[in-house]
């Protein structure tokens, strides 16, 4: 990652210094005509790449159509794309499987006690002082489950995050992540974090689908749909449907991030809600040790990533309309699709990376570690790509 900032970094320096140089050759009128027609330019081909479909912004304000219709087409997607990690991101209350099971959820900080009980389909987060307390219902579980689940919901017309969260390795709860551990000063400030609306537009659109839309600042919940499903990713339906029913076939007017090389598909596409490199550098310390939660930040320092080769780019390896392999096995293919399988082997345009001289088999045992993150009681897979070396600390 340094060295290709570095070589980014000079190629700009040096371009800049001809600028300056050759600058001195003509005009200040020229000059200012070309720097003009580059800014000019700057802006035509920013207003075309923000024009692309990005998940979570959407402004289009066209219709989403519902993963139902959808299905009408796409039905081997449709059939199990909603059980997958992304297709679950979030459930409604009423739905929500752990709080079906874990009618009772207790947590003690400090003087404040936390309680989630279940009864008659409805979920209620209470937090109490030992004198008074406050109950809402929790409206909206983002994660599933495996690693967390967070609570959403509203007090006084504010949406708000839980500050304690399910963890699945505790089956009880504790504090979210990124939440201060220290007890907090009011009742008030005992319930969780509160959303500004931005923020709100922010989480429900990378764990929603639809109501993050439509154009306006505010929060679309009656337009949402829970989970991550077809449109999040591929845009509202609306001109698509349309299309299809005229026999369009040459304008079916819907996005397909595959036309998308390696790098911008990584950081500017999945990056937009798994966070990418851009996103991470601008956190405090670089979110710290919760970064290794953000696998698009973690990708983009790896060697290879920067020479914007597809086949070490998220949909590599993920296929997002399925299950997430847990099986290392199955990713043995997928590097050895760069490197060579043994050092005697002779190198091709597509094959050049050189053979691990230790294995050709659970790659991603040794280069892409576990690391547990103590904070959400659970090991993420490390997707910054290296020679792990015992005992050294994991880079941020």
Known sequence: MRDGIKKALALAFLLTCAVVYFGGAVSNDTRGQAQAQAEAQGRAQAENALSKWRPARDYSGLRYVGGETCAGCHTQEAAIQPATPMGRASERAADCEILKTHTRLTFRN????????????????????????????????????????????????????????????????????????????????????????????????????????????????????????????????????????????????????????????????????????????????????????????RIFNSRAHLINDRRLSCVACHDPHKQLERDAAFYDSKCLACHL??????KTRLRSASACPVSTKQCTTCHMPKVELPSMHYKFTDHWIRIVKAGEPVPK
């Open 341 to 346: 399988s043994s050092a005697k082997e002779v």
């Open 110 to 297: 400090g003087a404040y006690t936390y309680q989630i009980t279940r009864e008659n389909g409805r979920s209620v987060y209470t937090v109490g002082d030992g004198i008074n307390s406050i109950s809402e219902p929790i409206l909206y579980c983002f994660g599933q489950g495996g690693a967390g689940q967070t609570y959403i919901f509203q007090h006084d017309g504010s949406f708000y995050e839980s500050r304690v969260s399910y963890f699945g390795a505790l089956q009880n709860l504790d504090i979210t992540i990124d939440h201060p551990r220290t007890p907090p000063a009011s009742l008030e400030d005992a319930l969780g974090r509160r959303m500004s609306q931005e923020g709100a537009r922010g989480c429900f659109g990378c764990h929603t689908t639809g109501g993050a839309g439509g154009g306006g600042s505010r929060l679309e919940t009656e337009r949402l749909s829970a989970g991550v499903s077809c449109e999040a990713c591929h845009g509202p339906g609306e001109r698509h449907v349309a299309a299809v029913r005229a026999k369009d076939f040459k304008n079916l007017q819907i996005y397909n991030p595959s036309e998308l090389d390696g790098f911008d598909l990584s950081q500017e596409f999945c990056g937009s809600c798994h966070q990418s490199f851009d996103t991470v550098m601008s956190l405090d310390g670089q979110g710290g040790t919760s970064n290794i939660r953000f696998q698009p930040y």
